[in-house]
């Protein structure tokens, strides 16, 4: 086998070649999906085997017994036997690479704890997206075990990436949405609105990124004409700083000046939280406006005093925003009348987005009763034709605003009696262009 990236077969195809990487992985502590990953598994079935045994089995049988292997794992043992000496105690040492995120997919109580803080953030749905933040020390202690191994097998390893290998939050998400699917008694589904993020963190090793990123020079600005001075100062720990950080260190014996190569196994397990949100949902229909002191949206001048008694959107949207326990929302509609301008007929076009809804999941009945509601709140507005649309759908607002006509009626009072030949002069206008000043009233 030349190298990783020409391996898509499953793993039990593997040659004899990594018995002795996954020997030297295995006496470094790390867990059975990372030897996976980084013997360059690409089949996420494999991963999504729920069994640690059985990938265990399956590792096992690919490993020989020949004295190569033997004396690999006799000689890993003693190098790293020192540096795991203050690791867990544990009958299963922390997994050096993901830092135990992947041994948490198996575990019961991980498993509870995720399910009871996902129903205590009361949100309404039926299938859901599960996203992973995963911390900055998961790309550092990936970059150091690829080191290790390009120094031990660099016949395997020597043109190989840390991009070659699938992110472990991924391998993550493949194996755990499917148990907490079951948990839950929902569906996942990779791309819902429904949104369950589990936020991961490890204090015990937040400052290898500040080793591995060090002091850099960062100018600092001066006034035009004089020379930048430049004063050493800490990056900030961010993703594409960790990365230059890990460009600087291509080497075991470079990455040894700042951290252990291969790293050790960490005292504790990698924290998870669980931070919910719901994609904006839409909700359209028509007005109309009865009073004249009524805005279409809040006036409020400079000094703070208030125009008007409210506002359209505010007695239409603040309903609905309590009965969709949403975080906020943004109004639009097509186009706009004066305060003191009434809106008849069949009404005018609006659609709300409303930000973050805990309750998503409605019937024609529920959205009719919501409409209800808003009507019997007030005497000033009317909504009719309420509805949910999909955000590809609020286009059509926009549209009807560009296209659409407008039709004027005045009365209009003369101190005389009016002759139809009066009015004869009407058919020679054509074309007419009227000049107006946009009134103080609608400046808001």
């Not at 690791?87 to 399910?115: H, M, R, W, Y």
């Not at 429904?194 to 006034?223: W, Y």
């Not at 291969?262 to 504790?268: A, D, I, R, Y």
């Not at 409605?362 to 209800?372: E, G, R, W």
Request: charged share 25%.
């Amino acid at each position: 086998m030349d190298n990783l990236q020409s391996r898509h077969t499953p793993l039990q195809l593997f040659s004899k070649e990594m018995s002795a990487v996954i020997t030297d992985l295995k006496c470094i502590s790390c867990c059975p999906r990372c030897i996976l990953r980084l013997c360059g598994e690409q089949n996420n079935e494999v991963f999504k085997n729920t069994n640690t045994q059985d990938i265990e089995n399956m590792i096992e049988s690919l490993q020989a017994t020949d004295s190569k292997t033997e004396e690999s794992k006799m000689e890993v043992q003693e190098n790293v036997e020192t540096k795991n000496t203050d690791a867990t105690n544990s009958s299963t040492p922390i997994c050096p690479s993901c830092l135990g995120l992947l041994q948490l997919c198996n575990d019961e109580e991980f498993l509870k704890k995720i399910v009871t803080s996902v129903r205590n953030a009361d949100y309404e749905f039926c299938k859901f997206a599960l996203a992973v933040s995963a911390p900055l020390q998961h790309h550092v202690r990936e970059h150091s075990i690829l080191l290790y191994l390009q120094e031990r097998h660099g016949e395997i390893y020597k043109d190989i990436t840390s991009d070659d290998f699938i992110p472990a939050k991924d391998v993550f998400k493949w194996v755990f949405s499917g148990i907490l699917a079951t948990a839950l008694k929902v569906t996942f589904v990779p791309l819902f609105p429904f949104d369950i993020n589990l936020v991961c963190s490890h204090p015990e090793t937040d400052s290898e990124c500040e080793q591995i990123i060090g002091e850099t020079k960062v100018s600092k600005p001066t006034r035009p004409g004089k020379k930048r001075k430049l004063s050493p100062t800490r990056n900030t720990i961010t993703r594409p700083a960790v990365m230059t950080g890990l460009y600087r260190h291509p080497t075991c014996e470079k990455f040894r000046k700042v951290l252990q190569c291969p790293p050790v196994s960490p005292k504790t397990m990698i924290d998870c939280h669980v931070k919910c949100t719901h994609g904006s949902l839409y909700v359209a229909g028509r007005y109309n406006k009865y009073s004249r002191e009524l805005s279409q949206t809040p006036w409020i001048l400079d000094d703070g005093e208030r125009k008007g008694i409210s506002s359209v959107e505010e007695l239409l949207c603040d309903k609905l925003k309590i009965k969709l326990q949403a975080k906020g929302y943004n109004f639009s509609s097509s186009g706009r009348e004066d305060i003191d301008v009434c809106t008849l007929g069949t009404g005018r076009p609006f659609v709300v987005e409303f930000t973050d809804p805990h309750r998503s999941i409605f019937s024609p009945a529920d959205v009719k009763l919501m409409q209800q509601e808003v009507n019997s709140s007030t005497k000033h507005i009317a909504v009719r034709d309420l509805q949910v649309i999909d955000k590809e759908e609020t286009a059509l607002l926009k549209e009807g605003e560009i296209n659409k006509t407008k039709s004027y009626s005045a009365l209009i009072h003369i101190n005389k009696t009016i002759q139809k030949e009066d009015l004869t002069f009407l058919k020679d206008f054509k074309d007419l262009k009227l000049h107006q000043k946009t009134p103080m009233r609608v400046l808001h």
